[in-house]
């Protein structure tokens, strides 16, 4: 009999970064809160099944748009289907999976009983034999894809579930609120990346699925790019070794949080997702992990005290939360302070940490309101705020933001965010720049 490895998952870590300093009155306290995940470490008992390779179990269904828009131009749906073709094929051993065509309604291609094959050399040729049958017909409810994958997933016993969308349309054929049910009905159920390709696609709707369920977005603007892009975003699924990750922020009497938001790699506010966790404690979902690192912001609000007193405001662990029993805890801590001083250098200086990523949610922010004034035809009030996205990228060094931004607008001085609109912009470009508008650059510590 062989002898596998113990599953290894990351070790996480936990640094905070504030001026902890406050005036008198003062009430807010900012920190940036950095968790790292490292390979090595074992967890132990209570992650769910494991493979032979001694790896996390998984279970993937990819679902693809086959409603018929995919026919223009007819190469798409080709590049479509050997993209899904390349992504089962980095499936490693072990790993259940689905494949999920979507229209109007979602049908099941491979392996069509219910159910997840398991990943082999005999299923993945098989999978790649039933995606010939794929054709474009119909029209797009994509709320009924990401149910049936949650039917599909849930059937598995598996430590990981994710899956991957592909749209290159309009969801036209189902109303917003049941994509919204259906964004519910999945959250936290299975992590999904969506892509939409081509330049038909509603930007929102793209990153509005991916945000619900804790995975990237992104355009596919060629559809020859399919292929590699899938690739990668399987490999990454592959090295996820842990999932339903939780940030546990438990605060004092008196405290109040006003928010927290991943600040990086991308902004993604987490504040309305808390779930209650016994006594001034509540968790906020941050997925599944690989071997990476994280930033987010936490500000709270502290009861005012006197110069001189000092207070925790806050402790951030990590944990993964059970169905029943308390929640696993991942040995992870970190603490928010806050000290009360008259003097103004202390109480005045800006963490350098919390500047930053400050500036990176404004940019986001920022470049939606731009586009989006571009446009209904508010040229000058576009111009301002791409202007001040212009201004932050350039502080921030942000280079792949400020890169995308200069196909929108000319850039006059950056340094002071003046810029024109340009009279002609691709479409693509536009698209790009505002689903890729949440990505942020890592401040240097």
Same mark, same amino acid.
């Given at each position: 009999m ?15 970064? *504030? ?16 968790v ?7 967890l ?18 990819i ?14 749906? @080709?590049n ?30 491979y392996p069509?009983d219910?159910g ?7 299923t993945?040729?098989r999978?790649? *034999? ?39 349309? @309009?969801n ?45 977005a992104?355009?596919v ?14 490999? #990454? ?17 008196? #405290? ?5 938001k ?7 506010d ?23 690192s ?33 929640? *696993? ?27 930053h ?11 939606? *309101? ?42 006059v ?6 810029v ?26």
């Amino acid at each position: 009999m062989a002898n596998f490895a113990k599953p290894s998952v990351p070790r996480f870590s936990v640094d905070v970064y *504030q001026n902890e300093y406050l005036p008198e009155g003062g009430r807010e306290v900012n920190a940036i809160v950095t968790v790292t995940a490292t390979g090595g470490g074992t967890l132990g008992a209570g992650l769910g099944p494991g493979t032979p390779d001694g790896r996390p179990s998984a279970a993937v269904a990819i679902m693809v748009d086959c409603s018929g828009s995919m026919d223009y131009p007819p190469a798409k749906m @080709r590049n479509a289907r050997d993209a899904t073709a390349a992504a089962i094929d980095t499936l490693r051993d072990g790993t259940r999976f689905a494949v999920i065509a979507g229209t109007h309604v979602a049908t099941e291609v491979y392996p069509g009983d219910g159910g997840l094959a398991v990943a082999s050399p005999t299923t993945r040729h098989r999978a790649k *034999q039933a995606l010939r049958r794929l054709g474009a017909g119909g029209g797009t409810a994509i709320g009924t894809w990401l149910r049936l994958a949650d039917r599909l997933l849930s059937s598995a016993d598996a430590t990981l579930r994710h899956g991957i969308l592909l749209t290159d349309g @309009r969801n036209e054929h189902e109303t917003p609120e049941d994509l919204r049910a259906a964004l519910d009905a999945c959250a936290g159920r299975f992590t999904c990346d969506a892509r939409g390709v081509g330049t038909d696609w509603e930007v929102k709707e793209v990153t509005g699925i991916a945000s619900a369920l804790l995975g990237t977005a992104d355009i596919v603007a060629d559809p020859a790019g399919l292929a590699a892009d899938f690739t990668r975003m399987m490999e #990454t699924a592959m090295d996820k070794e842990v999932a339903d990750v939780a940030l546990r922020v438990w605060t004092p009497v008196g #405290t109040a949080i006003r928010y927290v938001k991943q600040v990086a790699p991308a902004v993604e506010d987490l504040t309305a997702r808390r779930t209650e966790a016994g006594p001034r404690a509540g968790d906020y979902p941050t997925g599944s992990w690989g071997d990476e690192s994280r930033d987010y912001h936490l500000c709270v609000e502290v009861p005012p005290a006197g110069l001189g007193r000092e207070m925790l405001a806050a402790r951030v662990s990590l944990v993964i939360p059970q169905a029943e029993g308390p929640a *696993q805890n991942l040995g992870a801590q970190g603490l928010v302070r806050a000290v009360w001083t008259d003097d103004m250098a202390a109480s005045t200086a800006i963490s350098p940490q919390v500047a930053h990523y400050t500036g990176q949610a404004e940019l986001a922010h920022v470049i939606r *309101q731009g586009l989006d004034l571009r446009k209904v035809g508010d040229f000058d009030g576009a111009t301002a705020k791409l202007g001040r996205a212009v201004q932050l990228a350039s502080a921030s060094g942000n280079a792949d933001t400020a890169k995308l931004l200069s196909k929108v607008v000319d850039v006059v001085d950056a340094a002071t965010g003046t810029v024109r609109l340009k009279t002609r912009v691709a479409e693509a470009d536009e698209m790009t720049l505002e689903t890729r508008s949440t990505k942020t650059v890592r401040v240097k510590k």
